[in-house]
Each structure stands twice: as C-alpha cells, then as structure tokens.
C-alpha cells in the first residue's frame, strides 16, 4: 500500500513538473525562433534602406523638367554578382510593371511580386525569408526592391535549440523523477511510522483487552453453569469480575487520554499549581500502598526553597496523574522494607526558571537495554504480559511523558538493575516565582 501511494506521488510530481517543462520550454522556443525572424527582418531592412540611399535617380528625358524619372540599374546596382555563399542575401529589381531586372540570383524565383514587410516563401526545396519595397519620389513609382535572406538561419538553429530543450527537458525530468522518488518517500516515512504505531498500538489494545474479557467471561460462564450455586463461590467470582473490570475501567481511561492528547482534543487547561502541596497529597494517597508493603516513602524538601512553596503552570489533574503514575510505579517495584524519597529543586537556566522532582527507589530496576523503550505504549520489562495476573498495561509512562511535554517539561530516567531507579521531572517555574 504504502509503495503504491509512494509510486503515486512520484508520478504526480514528475508529471506536473514535466508539464511546467514543457510550457516553459515551448515559451522559451518562441520566443528565441521569434528573435532570430526579427533579427533577419532587421538585418533585411537594413540592406534595404542601404540600397535604397546608394540608386541614381535620373529623369527619362534630361532635355525636360518635371518628367518621369527611372533608376539608373547599371550604376546603381553594379559589382553585385552572384555567389555561391550560403548565407548571403540576395537583391531583386524590378521596373515599376514588375518586370524583373536586375538580380542576384542564378535562376530568377519565379514568385509573384506583392509589397510586404516579411514573409517566408518556398524557393524550390528550401525556403527564403523576403522582404519587398516600392520605391518612388513623389508620384512617380521608380520600381521594386527585393530583399531575400535563406531560412535556414532560422530553421537550423531553432532544430539545434529544439534538440537542446528535449535533451534538457528529458534530463531534468528524469532528475525530478529521483528526486520526486526520493521526496515521497520521506514524505511516507512519518506516515508509514504512524501507521505501524497504530497498528502495534491497536494490536497491544486488543491483545490487554482480551485477557481480562475472558476472565470475566470463564467467571460469569462458571458462576451460570452452576445449578445449585455456593454463595462463598459466587462471591468469588463477582470479585474477580469487579477486580477485572476496574482494570477495564483503568485500561480504557488510558487509552481514551492518550487518544484525546493524540488528537488535541483536551489541551492542558494551564493554571497556578502549587507543587509542594500537590506533591504532599499524591505521598499521602500512595502512603496506604506503600504502609501495606513496609515501605517507607520520605518528602522533606530542602531548606532553600522558599517558605510559601513553589508554583507552576500546569493542568492540576494532568499533574496529579503524572507524579501518582511515577509515585506507584516506585511503590509497585519496591521490594518490601524499600524506600521511596521525593526531592525537589529549583534550577537555574538562561532565559526561565526549572523546577526539578526527583523522585527515587530502592526497588529492582531497569535494565540497561530496556531504557530506550521504557516509554514506548504498552512495553514493559516484564515478559509474561500475557498473563492475567500481571500489573499493569504498560501505559503508565507513556501518559507521564505526554503530560511532561503538554507543559514543556522533559522527564528522564536513571535506573541501574537491583539498586534502584530515579525518576527526574523538569518542569517550568511560574514567572512570578523567580528570583
């Protein structure tokens, strides 16, 4: 599919770009086939008032005044013999009835006489470019001039040029093709990304889905099969379908965040928090689970930081969430009789003010090559995910990333295996706090 949709636009922007070619290169041949005509119009022109200027006028009878004049042909036109060059221009005269007298040419053209500023007529099997003028003084008409110039000085270089644009054109489409090749493939690359995310994403949904539906489904099957039901049994397994569905409940609530964070359907609504005491009551609410496992979880923050507390800008429940994920994850993989202590510290910068929540472990870690992962959707260090006892979807530090980001935060994490794990939340500091 995705070689399919990368071919496709390939082919569309060589396309279009092969049209733009072609319209500009068609432009660019019309306008230099029309330079070369009005440039052998000019030179045409040129011959023409040169002749023109070098006739000897004289009148028909010299014994009277005011008669009928006529060109002296043998001394105006003499010494301009015939070649044999190529480009050369060639003169035609003709006497005021359009009668041929004087030429150039070996072989007269036999093309009808008419007064006109250019035009190209076929001469045999090639053709000429002409230019015709009535000469006259006054009201009397001395004759016609003739002015021919080979077509060829147009036809061959604009064929040379034709030849040029198609080599070039071809070359250029043929480099836009790779290059349109290698564009839409970039351009697929975040696409085809997103895609095999959702897919795994859709995948692990379904595969944290089905485990605890069928728990559910075996307990309810059990619980109807039974004709003459315990009450100790049914108790049993409402609890286990309660257990279950909370775990539901939890798993879809994950996801339906993720998925409006994903969409920018519910933007962090940004207020005044007062971090201190949010961090007291996420202690407070863990210190039941921790209590269960004798684990002793210690926030005594140093003396430097100043006595009203330290404030940010945050979304309250957003940030809630995200210290209950990171407070119980630690409370989670620490071994009984551990301990749990949260730090905070205010951190300098350029241009703003941090503030940075440690909060550290003595549980059993992380291991080193789980690290890069460890915020991916649904990845756990644990291998048995598939069973129905194991904690945890594997969500919760992706949400805590996601809201570390909605507040321009970072959040890292230093675990070494067996010793213990450190959680480090950056967050910004409210600008009235600074100082």
């Known amino acids: 599919m995705f070689q399919t949709t990368r071919r496709r636009l390939a082919l569309w922007y060589t396309t279009i770009t092969a049209i733009v070619l072609l319209v500009f290169a068609s432009g660019v041949y019309f306008y230099v086939r029309s330079t070369l005509i009005e440039r052998i119009d000019d ?5 023409v008032e040169v002749v023109q200027r070098s006739l000897v006028i ?3 009878n010299p014994h009277s005044e005011g008669g009928a004049l006529r060109v002296n042909v043998e001394a105006s036109l003499r010494d301009n013999a015939a070649t044999r060059e190529d480009d050369r221009i060639d003169i035609e005269w003709f006497s005021p009835t359009g009668e041929l007298l004087w030429s150039t040419f070996v072989e007269p053209l036999n093309i009808p006489l008419h007064v006109n500023k250019g035009e190209t007529v076929p001469v045999g099997e090639r053709q000429v470019r002409q230019i015709t003028e ?16 080979p077509w060829f000085e147009v036809t061959k270089p604009s064929r040379e040029f034709v030849v040029d644009l198609l080599v070039g054109a071809g070359l250029m489409v043929a480099a836009v093709g790779a290059i349109g090749w290698f ?8 696409v085809h990304e997103s895609y095999q995310r959702l897919k795994q994403f859709t995948a692990d949904a379904s595969h944290e889905l089905r485990s605890p539906i069928a728990v559910i489904q075996t307990n309810v099957q059990v619980a109807l099969a039974d004709p003459d039901p315990d009450p100790l049994t049914q108790q049993h397994h409402l609890q286990v379908v309660e257990r279950l569905t909370r775990r539901l409940g939890r798993l879809v609530d994950d996801l339906l965040f993720l998925a409006r964070q994903d969409s920018s359907m519910a933007p962090a609504q940004l207020h005044d928090v007062d971090l201190m005491e949010l961090l007291w009551e996420v202690m407070e609410e863990q210190q039941t689970l921790a209590d269960e496992k004798a684990i002793q979880i210690s926030f005594a923050p140093p003396v430097s930081l100043p006595p009203e507390g330290v404030s940010v800008q945050g979304d309250r429940d957003q940030l809630v969430r995200l210290f209950t994920n990171l ?8 071994p009984a009789a551990g301990k749990i202590s949260l730090d905070v510290q205010r951190l300098g910068r350029a241009n703003s003010q941090m503030v940075q929540v440690s909060i550290q472990d003595t549980g059993i ?13 649904f990845y756990r260090v644990d291998p048995a995910r598939s069973q129905a006892s194991s904690k945890g979807s594997g969500l919760g530090l992706a949400i805590a990333q996601v809201i570390v980001q909605n507040h321009q935060g970072q959040i890292q994490i230093e675990s070494v295996e067996q010793q213990g794990t450190t959680v480090k939340v950056l967050l910004p500091q409210k600008s009235g706090d600074e100082g």
């Open 43 to 47: 030179t045409l022109s040129h011959v």
């Open 58 to 60: 004289e009148p028909i």
């Open 134 to 149: 009535r000469v006259e003084v006054g009201r009397f008409v001395l004759g016609y001039l003739r002015v021919s110039h």
């Open 327 to 334: 407070v119980g994850n630690a409370v989670q993989y620490t």
């Open 183 to 190: 564009l839409s493939g970039l351009a697929m690359a975040p």
């Open 365 to 377: 870690g992380i291991p080193a090559e789980a690290l890069p992962q460890i915020f991916d959707r």
